[in-house]
């Protein structure tokens, strides 16, 4: 992990694609039960680039995102994500490739209500053990001040409102600094008005040179992206290639 004071984007200026999926497929089982969510799904994504993946609901892109964070794991293919082939890792390496490459964003925010906005944001950062208790203070605020709550450090969650929580969820994501945002239909809980003030913001990380990639069923937010994606019935059907 890069030095706690340095907000560069790691491999940001790296050659090739910064996520590479081949052949991925992924079989769920329940029981005597398979359901296939992906079928030989071929994906690029190189660095720097705002990508939109869409689809229809079961089409197999919440699964796509979680392959790409090492989150699920593909029953065939080669998945390589900033370098790094996935398929060989234990899931302790995993948790620690995650936390050095990989920031995440849910769409129900997932904050611990009894931690304040700061403590949020600084939470992956104790988890890393990355630096001092100042030296992440300091990560922590300026990334509130980033995503404009440089004056709700203290708040709690329930003290926010729904898109000032998702504010935060986007600065504790960005905390460690990852090449890579990855976020599920982020602006699901979110008004009209707050979700195209978030997307402005994914903007503005992105010109900072952070890949992002993101699910999205809001066609006007789709078009927000430099390419968009679509899935349908586990497989990529348009926009797989840069």
Known sequence: ???????????????????????????????????????????????????????????????????ITGIDRPTAGEVTVTGQDLTGLTEEELAVWRGDHVGIVFQFFQLLPTLTAIENVMLPLDFADAGTVAERSERGRFRLEQVGLGDKLGNFPAELSGGEQQRVAIARALACNPAILVADEPTGNLDSDTAVEMFELFGKVNRDGTTIVYVTHDPSLAGKAQRVVSIRDGQVVDGGHP
């Open 1 to 67: 992990m890069e030095t706690i004071g340095d907000t560069s984007v790691p491999g940001a200026g790296s050659r090739g694609p910064v996520i590479q999926l081949r052949g991925v497929e992924k079989v769920y089982q329940t029981g005597r039960v398979e359901y296939p969510a992906l079928r030989g799904v071929d994906l690029a994504v190189a660095p720097g680039e705002l990508v939109a993946v869409v689809g229809p609901s079961g089409s197999g892109k919440s699964t796509i995102l979680n392959i």
